[in-house]
């Protein structure tokens, strides 16, 4: 209860601390300068030489030296390919920072003199080419660069700084396995845990938070549609599921638009539909792949519901016995839960970012429904805090001119996607060492 009241009181008080003190903003400013040209020397080592989920040995073990040779104590192979650094300094609270490890199968089209022309096996024995088209490239050299600044500067905080290194956030499941592995027990507990995520839409030099959600519920659901097949010439003998499909696929349209509020966002989307062999045969199932996005757990949990009372209302019109009612499985290895950032701490971090960068470097970002493990860390009984905030990654005139022009900038997990390393680095550094500072405060 004590620790509650405390950690509760940290919160809530305005960051008495959130401007630097005399002279170490521009301490920190020229530790950084200084630090430059290695960190993009890592970044770009980082960039060629990218990892898919779940294989990430080499880059697991880069992070894991960077720590070592910073002052950490460092533990690798944690929850698979994990590593976790502690740098214990005086009584004080616990501060968490997470980076990711993992890649993407993505071909690179950047041009890039460092692009990365990785071809691997992949867990399933394709052949795929790999880049870090997400930007935890980037992330990686960041959290680097944080932990040699804050290891530099012990005199300025107190408390435990611990460091995690995530594989597999691009399948969403290194955080529960880090945590399962016993993140939170074997290592001290934090009082926060903070990370942060490159973005396309703000420019490099600046950062972006929001309060609340910022990242969905993520399900992935498989449909299958039964049917009684027979020729395409005398349909009235049979029971065409593809007809049965198109009915479901159109009325779960009325899940969000008629059985929601306006103000719950969800989403449903049928990506796939696979049924028949040819023109003239009328098939015996089709097979409907589906993503289903929301923010609050009671949307997340009606969305499913509806959709499996729809494909069995529609399947009992259509004259289906009950051991033809559609068959509906919810893939639970590939779900993710809703991002929601803690709106005390997100503002206490939001003054440390304007205290530190200035007013118009510091933008408030729009929730997406695209997903996210980082949840995984507030999830558990601890209902520990958490932080992400955006860093910008592209140039402000590149943003400006696909403004002007009309044109799609190049997104995250696009194969044209090229942060502009120095000030989104020496930015993201800063971020997160102003972060830390006063979260740790001395």
């Not at 945590?179 to 490099?204: M, Y």
């Not at 027979?230 to 159109?250: C, E, F, N, S, T």
């Not at 509020?261 to 040819?278: C, E, F, L, M, Y």
């Not at 969305?303 to 639970?332: F, H, K, Q, W, Y």
Request: charged share 20%; proline share 6%.
């Amino acid at each position: 209860m004590k620790k509650f009241s405390a950690l509760l009181l940290a919160l809530l008080v305005p960051a008495l601390h959130a401007a630097p003190a005399a002279g170490l903003h521009e301490v920190v400013a020229g530790k950084i300068d200084a630090d430059y040209a290695s960190l993009n020397a890592l970044y770009q080592d980082l960039h060629r030489h990218p990892e898919l989920s779940l294989m990430e040995e080499h880059t697991a073990a880069r992070i894991a030296a960077e720590l070592r040779a910073a002052g950490f104590a460092v533990t690798e192979h944690f929850g698979g390919t994990g590593v976790v650094g502690v740098l214990k300094n005086g009584s004080g609270p616990t501060l968490m920072i997470r980076t990711e490890l993992d890649a993407l199968p993505v071909a690179e089209e950047t041009g890039l003199p460092y692009a990365s022309k990785v071809r691997v096996t992949d867990l399933s024995g394709h052949d795929v080419p790999v880049m870090h088209a997400c930007g935890h490239d980037l992330h990686m050299t960041v959290f680097t660069g944080t932990a040699r600044l804050l290891a530099g500067l012990r005199d300025k905080w107190h408390g435990t700084l611990i460091m995690i290194g995530q594989p597999a956030e691009e399948r969403v499941i290194g955080a529960r396995a880090m945590l399962s592995a016993g993140l939170f027990t074997k290592f001290p507990r934090p009082d926060f845990v903070i990370a942060l995520h490159d973005e396309s839409e703000i420019p490099a030099g600046s950062v972006a938070t929001i309060e609340g959600f910022s990242h969905a519920n993520v399900d992935t659901m498989t449909i299958t549609v039964h049917g009684i097949g027979g020729h395409g010439a005398m349909p009235y003998k049979g029971r065409d599921p593809i007809v049965l499909a198109a009915r479901i696929i159109l009325s779960l349209q009325t899940i969000v638009s008629r059985e929601l509020r306006a103000t719950d966002p969800a989403v449903i989307t049928v990506g796939s539909i696979h049924g028949g062999t040819k023109p003239n045969i009328i098939p015996n199932e089709v097979k409907l792949e589906l993503t289903l996005r929301s923010y609050s757990d009671d949307v997340r949990a009606h969305l499913i519901s509806s959709i499996r009372r729809i494909c069995r209302g529609e399947a009992i019109a259509t004259g289906l016995p009950d051991e033809l009612m559609p068959e509906i499985s919810v893939n639970a290895a590939e779900g993710a839960t809703s991002v929601y950032n803690d709106p005390a701490l997100t503002r206490r971090l939001r003054a440390d970012f304007v205290a530190w960068l200035g007013e118009s470097r510091v933008q408030t970002f729009q929730p997406s429904m695209v997903s996210e493990d980082f949840s995984e860390y507030s999830r558990t009984v601890d209902h520990i805090p958490v932080c992400m905030f955006r860093l910008g990654a592209l140039a402000p005139e590149t943003i400006a001119a696909a403004e002007r022009n009309g044109t799609p900038l190049p997104s995250l997990h696009s194969a044209k996607f090229a942060p502009v390393p120095e000030p989104a680095i020496k930015t993201g550094v800063t971020a997160m060492a102003a972060a830390a500072l006063d979260l740790l405060h001395k």
